[in-house]
């Protein structure tokens, strides 16, 4: 008869018995048990999109040496498990001792994107008042380097800004320079007296401001630079 025991001490009786005597036999024996059991551990189980980390897979065996590791979805033959998962994974380790007794243990990585924020490029603007910065993301958290911490900010018309935009603990920065761009000084000339039945041409000077200069003369008369008015 094979009996399993949960205990460290076994003790056998036996008896027999002829029909007119009855004898007992009576025996120990010590067991030993392999108690295995194994945790992994993380620095972190919340990852953003390229992040790495590492699973450590701790275990104790009161009486096995640990002989081998075994990861999936991937892994060495070794307890430190280095990833760096494309998206969220389950991974788990069964561990074996010497004994051939066994032990695992499961985790779940979460691996979430880095939101998309974009304010807007590098700007001159005209005199006249702030300029509204936009940074809107879905259940996102915000900090301007101007100490506000709301989705969007009236931004004076000169320097440098930046928001910090965080969603599942993943964060994206973006920036913008805004500068003052100066009106342009217009000069015309051309005869500004003239006799009925005569014309004369009429000429825009710009100067000054930036960027490429666009034209529109009053009553109608025309986008160029000059005009022939008669």
């Known amino acids: 008869q094979q009996d399993n025991f949960t205990t460290t001490n076994a003790q056998l009786i036996v008896e027999s018995n002829d029909g007119n005597c009855s004898?007992?036999?009576?025996?120990?024996?010590?067991?030993?048990?392999?108690?295995?059991?194994?945790?992994?551990?993380?620095?972190?189980?919340?990852?953003?999109?390229?992040?790495?980390?590492?699973?450590?897979?701790?275990?104790?065996?009161?009486q096995g040496v640990i002989a081998s590791w075994a990861w999936t979805p991937s892994g060495p033959n070794?307890?430190?498990?280095?990833?760096?998962?494309?998206?969220t994974t389950v991974y788990s380790v069964t561990v074996t001792d010497s004994w051939g007794c066994t032990a695992g243990d499961i985790i779940n990585v979460d691996v979430f994107n880095y939101p998309v924020v974009n304010i807007g490029p590098n700007d001159t603007v005209?005199?006249?008042?702030?300029?509204?910065l936009n940074a809107t993301?879905?259940?996102?958290?915000?900090?301007w380097n101007t100490a506000e911490a709301t989705p969007t900010i009236n931004a004076p018309v000169t320097g440098a800004y930046w928001v910090d935009v965080t969603t599942n603990s993943c964060?994206?920065?973006?920036?913008?320079?805004?500068?003052?761009?100066?009106?342009p000084t217009i000069n015309i000339t051309?005869?500004?007296?003239?006799?009925?039945?005569?014309?004369?041409?009429?000429?825009a000077n710009p100067s000054g401001g930036s960027?490429?200069?666009?034209?529109?003369?009053?009553?109608?008369?025309g986008t160029a630079n000059n005009i022939d008015v008669s």
């Open 23 to 62: 004898d007992f036999v009576i025996d120990t024996i010590d067991i030993t048990i392999d108690n295995i059991a194994t945790t992994i551990t993380t620095l972190d189980s919340l990852l953003c999109i390229g992040d790495s980390t590492a699973l450590t897979a701790n275990t104790v065996a009161n």
């Open 78 to 87: 070794n307890p430190i498990n280095n990833i760096a998962p494309g998206a």
């Open 126 to 132: 005209c005199n006249g008042g702030p300029v509204l």
């Open 137 to 143: 993301t879905a259940g996102a958290t915000y900090l």
């Open 171 to 183: 964060t994206t920065r973006d920036s913008i320079i805004l500068g003052i761009s100066v009106p």
């Open 190 to 203: 051309g005869d500004d007296s003239i006799c009925i039945g005569q014309n004369t041409i009429l000429t």
């Open 211 to 221: 960027g490429s200069y666009t034209y529109l003369w009053a009553a109608g008369l």
